[in-house]
Every structure is written in structure tokens, then in C-alpha cells.
């Protein structure tokens, strides 16, 4: 358990991505079986323990603590489990820990009833971090930044397998995975898959810079302002993906109810009606379903999902990943003709007569949902990852204006030294400033700099972490959309805003007036 | 006549060093020789009468005397007796072995005033081998890079360092140039720290893989940027708790206290057991609470000035 312990709290206060795989790597790499297995499975979320609710850990507290004590020492720190894990007494010097095994056979053999008691005994083995880590994974609620995917993607490395290997195989095995070390160790041959819905990588694109495509070569969508998702289905068992490869299942479990083929497709998950992209909470709500494990039907009623398709990776058990685009989707419309229209609908194909005439069209679209057009090869198989000159991303031109830099505050990791998160605003007619948008990017490190010694010159108050500045930079802010928002008292709010130039040329009193900005709104 | 004042008095006694207990501007001042060295130090040439450990004067008929708090170099507990009663003001104390200072003594009373900084069950500071053993195992681990460590100018940043030589690290320690001096007067006080560089203005190269010492508003700061691949590090009681680590964007938290933990604070009150105890400088609410399930005797006594979090 000390292992595991430490491997937690390595990956509390770990905050690069890299050192935290790091961390997993390592941990599993010098741990043996079948402890390492539980630990993969808890930081995966495969992990539960039925007999351990978090109720328990509240009804331990209660029968060994001053309820007073408790509750000022839990509203200091924050969290039940480390509040216990605290105010346990300290191990005696001649307790043995539990290995990690130990505590999962010790909880899974034991009753409801009997868990609390169990969990006490494995406490009193166990110094305060032990502890602690005893109660997350007892609760399976680690909390410590990993998804799912980052747990395999440390398996990956810590046995140079990659992870799209270790994906293919993971739903077919279950915790301790035995079979997956094996593997991993180059003991046996990798375990078969069978007959699960699993995550297929996804093919991306590179932007295209300021190159002209063949309209003959490449075929044009639209690029889809949502949240890009794979739905894979054995038809015994549907499941979503995100980007990163999570599932995202639980979150949007309309769309897998509603999925009826058998596959794996490609697509954009949309709100349906005016509201994607013309109300930046839209975008938001959906965003915030996909953090989600479960969603209420309220939610669902609220934003009508729907998944835009535009690829299809299996027809059945037929792979056609080899295939050519152009293959593929004609194999998807006849796919696509089998689902629910309510669900799901095709990204339809954009007709050019030549590239300047697609330009013509893009510059035209002002649709919210859309972001810009996609072009792909139409000979190009479906690859993982981002290949050069088979998909290109051809964003919408974005939108400028001149804004006054108001408040500003201190990054986050890197920067956090630097005032780099900056709030602007724009001019009302009687001479106010409202904001408009707050930016933390699009300038260099250069910039960056400038903009601190600007900040830390020019503050004339300071609100806890927040300075208030002179009213005096101009800074020329790009965004992809404006529109009305209740939020801002400006009543507009920008999408994607980022800071593009600085004006340190420009009066301040010559930057955009609100006025200007609402005229965006398309 | 004042303990600790926040604000200028004409005649004040004076715990420690630390700027929450020893302000500027007092007309007269009682103090430990060191404390006062250490304000000397601070505000300049401040004087005042020096009050070894054990040593007494009286006053309109109290008799007053510094006792060893063993919090930070020269803190002391002060005693004040008056017809046959006993009233010791503990300043901030702690009763764990430190190697710069002189070691707590329990002071027999008949009301106490103590400090409650760590006044919460769930602080029980972990011993500090454990914590340096921590330090050398990161440090080991980052030839690359250095460590870096947040730790209070006046007593931690020299406890960390005479807790390293005492582990046996032998390698120089960088410090911060603001803590050269006070580091100076604990070396001229017998404490010995081993070999100190300013980490000011040196190359990237030459700090690969140094322990350095900062004060904590330094830990973020541009100052740090000039470090190789820091990993930062925070000496302090605070750290027990993870989210209060996390807040400070601590990556190798280190519970190392100068204050009291509860075990400790608790433990003192049932080896005194003064007949009335005062609850300040904390948490005063759950020690008072404490005491209450132990049928001591016990008030929160607020004082003004002093709504700041002590340095942990
Ligand atoms: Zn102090
Ligand atoms: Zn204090």
C-alpha cells in the first residue's frame, strides 16, 4: 500500500501530463501482481468495491470522533475521506501494511455491514497517506487527474506497447488484468479482443496554412462547431468516445440508446436547433455532459443532442480503414439510412465548382455551427493520428476588433508568475468601458513579458489575485463569433477570443465601441 | 506594560523574533538576547534589556521571567507572577527536538495562555527525518534539476538546513539572498549551518542538482525562473493538508512545523493542567472544544491585530 500511496500523492501534486505517466509508468513497472493490476484498474475507473459506499466512511467518523471536532477539521480540509485519514490515530510502529490485494479481497469478502469495521482494522495498519489512499480507492473516487485514457496511455509506455494496442485489447479484460502484464512483459501473446465495443483512434487534421487543394483530389464538409465522438457498437454493447479516447458514454446516453447499427462511426456531437454556437453556454452545457458520468433527464431535454456523421471505421466486423474515403463514404450513407433521424444525420458534402468558388462559399457561411470546411483525400485510408496532406482543417477567417485592456491575473503552471489572463472591454456610447471577453493567449513570450511589466506598472487596484489596470492598451483581440450573452452587462460575449496584436500604437479612446462588436453578431 | 503588542507601546515584552510578535517602534523592549539580535537585525538598531532563559524582573509588583519555547532561535515563554499567582504566555511553541534553538520547558501555572495554530486534529506534524528523508530521496531522484524550497527567512529556513547537516548532507545549500543575514546570526548564535552560497546571479549549470532555500513569496516569483527545472518544495504545518499544498502550487510538500501540532498543544494542557486556560493565536474553537470534552477549563481569548495566519 505505501507504493500505491505514494503513487497518489505523486499524482496530486504532479501537474505536468508527462511526469504524471511518468509516475504510472514507473509504479507498474516495479509493482508485481496482481497489486499493480488493482492499481491500473483504480485509476482507470474500472475499480468498484460494492461492499464501501461513502456513507461508510461518515458512519466511521461518527463513532470515533467528536462530531464538533469533525466537522471544523472537515470544513478546514475540504474532503471526508482525507479528514478521517487525518484524524485517525497514528499507526503503531509495529503494524504491518496491507498490500493492495489484501485490502481489495478484505472488502470484497466482507458484507455491507461488516465494511466499516474491515476498513478500521486496515486503517489502524496504515500511516496518514496510507490511509487516505486506503479511502479513495475503497470509495473508488481517486480523483487525482488521470483519465482513462492517460492509465493506458502509462501502461503503453511502461511496457513499449502503444496504446492503441492496449486500447484495442482493454474491454476484453477485467481487474487485476493479468493477462494484460503478461502481455506487456512479453510473456504471452497479446489477449484477443473478442466481441467488444472499444475506442479506435481518431484521424485528425493539420490546418491548412495558405496552400490551394484540388477540388478533384479532395472532397470539402463542413467543419462542425461540437464535440468530435466515435460510437462503437457489437450490438450487445454501445459506447461513445471522446478526443482523447474516454468514454463518454454515461454522459450522452441518448445517442447510445438511440444508435441501432452495428460499427464504428465517426461524427460531431451537436445540440440540436439555433442554439449550438449561437449561445456560448450551449457549447458549454455539452461540454460540461462530457465531464459527466451520468446526466439527468433534465439535461437531456434541455440540449437535444444529435451526432452529425462523417466517417465510418467498421460496418459491422468489417474493418474499412484501408479503404479510400470515397469508399467509405458511400459505405456510411447507406449506413447512416438504417438510424434514427432524430439522432443522427450526415455531414453533408459541400459542392465547389473550383477551390476559389469553395472559398467564396466559406466566406459566405455564417452559420454558428459552422467553423470552417474540411478537406479530405478522397483516396486516403482512415490513419490514426494527424498525416500529412490526407485531412486539412480550413477555418472560417476570424473576426478583430480593437478592445481596452481592463483587469488582469495571474496564469496558471508555467506562468503563473506572469500576469497573462487578460479581461477586456469595448466603448458604450456615453463613454464607458463594459467587458467584452478575457484572453490568455495569442501573444509571445516577448509579449508576454511586456504585458506583465505593463500590468505591474499600470495597476491602479488590486482585487485578491485580479489588478485592475489604466484603461490605456489596445489590445486587437481575433475570435471565431459574437453573441448576445446575458452574462456581460456588454450583453455580447466573444467565442475563442485571443489576443492577436498589441496596439500599443493606438489611443485607447480610438478601440471598437460595443456598438461595433454587435454588428458581428452573424 | 505589553506582550507582544501590534502596535507601538511604551513598554513591551517580546516573545520572538517573528514579525507577528516583535513590531518596531516600542519605547522600551524585554526580549532574549537573541530576540533581541534578531530585531536588531530587522528594524535596525533597536535596544533594548536583555532577559536570558530563567532570568526575571519585577514590575509594579509582577515578577516577569523568560522561559525556552523551543520555537525559533531566543523564543520564549513568559511567566508573570503576582501574589502567589502564575500566568505563562506560551508565544508560539513547539516541543519537538530542534537543533536550533533551546528545547521547550514546562512551566508550571495556574492560567495559561497558548498558542492554537495547529488547533485541529486532523495537524499531527509527521517526525522530521521522515520529511528530509523525503527531500534527499526527491533531490536524489533530480540530477537535473534542483530543488527548491519554501521555507520562513526567520527559523525554518535554518531549521531545514541544520535538520540536512544533521541527515548528513554535506553538499553547499543556496539560499535566497534576503535570508544571508538571518542565516548569519543563527551561525554567530552556535548554530552551525554547513557551507551557504547565494543563489543570486549564478549559472543555470552550477545549481543542477542543489537544494535552495527561499522565502515562500519567492517560490513563484521571477526569481525561481532563474533556477534549473525546479521542483518546489514547502516547509510548513499547512502542508499536512493536501489542498492547501496544492493552492500553493507545492510539488513535494514538507510538513515541517515550528508550532505546536494538536498532540502536542493537547498534551500540554493535560501535563500543566493549568487551572484556566486562554485559547489564542488559531484556532481557539476547536481547542476550546477539546478542553471542554476534557472538563478543562477554557476561553478563546481574540486578540486584535492579529487576524493573519501565523508562518506554520
Ligand atoms: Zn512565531
Ligand atoms: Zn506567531
Known sequence: ???????????????????????IADYLRSTPDPDRGWALAALAGTLSIATVKAAAIRAMAEERFDPMLFRMSRDYVGDTAETVALMWPEVSADAVAPTVSEVIDLLNSTSRARAPNVLAELMDRLDANGRYALLKLATGGMRVGISARLAKTAFGQAFGVSVDDVEEVWHALSPPYAALFAWGEGKSERPDPADSAFFRPFMLAHPLEDGIVDLDAYAAEWKWDGIRIQIASTGGETRLF??????????????????????????????????????????????????????????????????????????????LRSQPWNARRERLERFAAQLDTVRFDLSAIIEARDFDHLAEIRAAAREAAIEGVMLKRRDAPYLAGRKVGLWYKWKREPLVADCVMMYAQRGSGKRSSYYSDYTFGCWTPDGALLPVGKAYSGFSDAELKWLDRFVRDNTVARFGPVREVEKSLVLEVAFDAVHESKRHKSGIAMRFPRISRLRRDKPADEADTIANLRAMIG | MWIDPSRPAERALVTHGHADHARSGHGAVWATPETLAIMALRYGTEMG???????????????????????????????????????????????????????????????????????????????IEDEIAKLLAARAAQKEGCILIGAYALGKAQRVIAE????????????????????????????????????????????????????????????????????????????????????????????????ADWTELTETLLELRPSETWITHGRTDALGRWCELHQLKARALDLVGREEEDEG
Open chain 1, 1 to 23: 500500500m505505501q507504493a500505491f500511496s505514494a503513487l497518489i500523492d505523486g499524482l496530486i501534486y504532479t501537474r505536468s501530463r508527462d511526469h504524471k505517466v511518468r509516475l
Open chain 1, 242 to 319: 471522446s478526443r482523447g479516447g474516454d468514454e463518454v458514454t454515461g454522459a450522452f446516453p441518448e445517442i447510445a440508446a438511440a444508435f441501432n447499427g452495428i460499427g464504428v462511426v465517426d461524427g460531431e456531437l451537436l445540440v440540436r436547433g439555433d442554439v449550438q454556437g449561437g449561445e456560448a453556454a450551449s457549447f458549454n452545457a455539452l461540454q460540461q455532459r462530457l465531464g459527466r458520468k451520468n446526466v439527468t433527464a433534465a439535461m437531456q431535454a434541455e440540449y437535444p443532442v444529435f451526432v452529425r456523421l462523417y466517417d465510418i471505421l467498421f460496418d459491422g466486423a468489417e474493418d
Open chain 2, 49 to 127: 534589556t536583555p532577559m536570558p532563559y530563567g532570568d526575571g524582573f519585577e514590575a509594579n509588583g509582577v515578577k516577569i521571567s523568560f522561559h525556552p519555547a523551543g520555537h525559533v532561535l531566543g523564543s520564549a515563554q513568559i511567566l508573570l507572577e503576582h501574589a502567589g499567582e502564575r500566568v505563562v504566555v506560551t508565544g508560539d511553541y513547539k516541543r519537538r527536538f530542534d537543533p536550533t534553538c533551546a528545547p521547550f520547558e514546562p512551566v508550571d501555572c495556574d492560567v495559561l495562555i497558548t498558542e492554537a495554530t495547529f488547533g485541529l486534529p486532523v495537524f499531527t506534524h509527521p517526525p
Open chain 2, 164 to 259: 540536512l547537516r544533521r541527515a548528513g548532507y554535506d553538499a553547499p545549500i543556496y539560499i535566497h539572498g534576503a535570508m544571508q543575514k538571518m542565516c548569519d546570526l543563527y551561525a554567530a548564535h552556535d548554530v552551525p549551518l554547513g557551507e551557504l552560497i547565494v543563489a543570486t546571479g549564478l549559472a543555470k549549470a552550477e545549481m543542477k542538482g542543489a537544494i535552495v532555500i527561499a522565502p515562500p513569496s519567492a517560490l513563484n516569483d521571477r526569481w525561481a525562473q532563474r533556477l534549473p527545472d525546479p521542483i518546489t518544495a514547502m516547509a510548513s504545518g499547512w502542508m499536512r493538508v493536501r489542498q492547501r499544498a496544492r493552492q500553493r502550487n507545492v510539488e513535494l510538500p514538507l510538513v515541517i512545523s515550528d508550532h
